[in-house]
């Protein structure tokens, strides 16, 4: 007669938390989300369900951990680019060419693993997504927003815009020249939009108002 005994549960000794979340960056960029099953996860790290449930509490918020290391190592880094010092069109020209390349770098992780996750089944992998990628556009929408209010919104759209297009112009192949050529073209139709006379009037108004504001504090 023999006794059974349950496997056990929680992290495997030596289990490396970091590591698990790089195979798993590696499986959700090139898969997808929704292709990548428990089965393909727990498989790949070499541990058993229930650890893994006992680690990371479920798919979703194993992929939200996942979501987190991949916009800190591998995401557009908009804090560098988007620098004071440039002007607001050769900072956002940056970020689109940085994207284009990014997003084209890995023929094994093609597009933004961000911006591919807002289509994802899952609503809880959905919200993970969605949170990184509203702090990446109010990010963009602040730094337009200090030197050019007036077009803060229609210009975040359009950076927004471009960069989900590059993402999925990347996954379906389209390579590296190709979306720098439409980075430069969009850095210059921002240039354009920004240095417009509407945008230069607006500009002058918030300066009439901040130094008629100024006199009447002074008197």
């Given amino acids: 007669m023999t006794t059974k005994t349950g496997r056990p549960r929680g992290r495997p000794r030596g289990f490396d938390a970091d590591a698990a979340l790089a195979t798993g960056k590696q ?54 680019l988007l620098s ?57 929408r602040r730094f337009v927003a200090e030197r050019h209010p007036g077009q803060a919104g229609r210009v975040t759209d359009l950076v927004a815009t471009t960069m989900a297009g590059f993402s999925a112009m990347a996954r379906q192949g389209v390579g590296e020249e190709r979306l720098v050529a439409v980075a430069e073209l969009v850095g210059q139709a921002v240039a354009q939009a920004l240095a417009s006379p509407a945008t230069t009037a607006a500009k002058a108004g918030t300066k009439a108002r901040a130094g008629k504001s100024g006199k009447r504090a002074s008197r």
């Fill in 27 to 80: 499986l959700f960029h090139a898969q997808g989300y929704d292709a990548v099953g428990i089965a393909a996860v727990t498989g790949a790290l070499g541990i058993n369900p229930p650890s893994f449930y006992a680690a990371f509490g479920s798919k979703a918020g194993f992929f939200a951990q996942v979501l987190a290391k991949y916009s800190r190592e591998a995401g557009v880094p908009l804090d560098e």
């Fill in 84 to 140: 004071e010092e440039l002007p607001v069109a050769a900072a956002l020209t940056a970020v689109l060419l940085d994207a284009a390349r990014r997003y084209t770098a890995d023929p094994q992780a093609r597009g933004c693993m961000v911006l591919e996750g807002l289509g994802c089944d899952d609503p809880d992998a959905r919200c993970a997504a969605a949170a990184h990628h509203q702090a990446a556009v109010e990010m963009i």
